[in-house]
């Protein structure tokens, strides 16, 4: 047996065990699902060399009884982001002033202006890019 397939033939088997524990309703030839898997592996006969294709498929028959219940599927709670810690002496947020990091809006709109009606000089893009990012 070639190397590759040996590697593909185990991770069948190792997959298979996981679809045992799983999905057993696949192994069972009488069980709707079982039919299921059959048939969607017929109509996508590329599904049969994935080593995961049983699991994929049992995926989506889990998923299409879930959906049909109404029910979403469980997944975890997002993790909360973490913050950074305080460094002593530093305001804190609330006692500190905004800044305003915006560019004056008029010579904004000027650089734009005249970059428009340069027909895209390649000095007036400079230009509006010098006025939009301001002194950096």
Aim: aromatic letters at 2%.
């Amino acid at each position: 047996m070639i190397p590759s397939a040996r590697k593909v033939v185990a991770a069948r088997a190792a997959l298979d065990t996981v679809v045992k524990t799983i999905y057993p309703n696949l192994l069972d030839p009488k069980h709707a699902d079982a039919v299921t898997m059959e048939y969607v592996m017929n109509v996508v006969p590329a599904l049969r060399v994935l080593p995961n294709a049983k699991i994929l498929i049992g995926d989506m028959i889990a998923g299409e009884k879930l959906r049909a219940k109404g029910q979403k599927p469980s997944t975890p709670a997002p993790k909360p982001t973490p913050k950074a810690p305080k460094v002593p002496g530093t305001p804190s947020s609330s006692s500190a002033a905004p800044v305003d990091t915006k560019p004056p809006a008029k010579s904004k709109d000027w650089d734009i202006k005249k970059f428009a009606e340069s027909g895209g000089s390649r000095d007036a893009l400079v230009s509006m890019t010098e006025g939009l990012l301001g002194d950096v």
